[in-house]
Nanobody, 122 residues
Framework: QVQLVESGGGLGQPGGSLRLSCAAS????????MNWFRQAPGKEREFVAA????????NYADSVKGRFTISRDNAKNAVYLQMNSLKPEDTAVYYC???????????????WGQGTQVTVSS
């Protein structure tokens, strides 16, 4: 059983910074990539950032490019999202997502974290 557990988030000020963390737990799995999505009230869930596990290649939504940085720690099976220059429109529930292969079932699936609230307000 693979689980994604998120931490971080909370209240940030415009222009400020917050850091999100997400760790995958379980056994017998391989991570292919990890991603961050967000969902604001009344809006659809949207892609924020992605990182491939082997090469560390990254990709960002235009709305966060230059302000957010995704990084990984392979040894900890963890991904981070450093959010700088926060804007009120960054307010949303942020979800960690990972594409993971499980050896026991010989299948690969998308897994989701429980979500963490980020509120940007003065």
């Amino acid at each position: 059983q693979v689980q994604l557990v998120e931490s971080g988030g909370g209240l940030g000020q415009p222009g400020g910074s917050l850091r999100l963390s997400c760790a995958a737990s379980g056994s017998g799995f391989n991570i292919y990539n990890m991603n961050w999505f967000r969902q604001a009230p009344g809006k659809e869930r949207e892609f924020v950032a992605a990182i491939t596990w082997t090469s560390g290649s990254t990709n960002y939504a235009d709305s966060v490019k230059g302000r957010f940085t995704i990084s990984r720690d392979n040894a900890k099976n963890a991904v981070y999202l450093q959010m700088n220059s926060l804007k009120p429109e960054d307010t949303a529930v942020y979800y960690c997502n990972a594409f993971i292969g499980v050896a026991k079932t010989m299948t690969a699936s998308h897994y989701w974290g429980q979500g963490t609230q980020v509120t940007v307000s003065s």
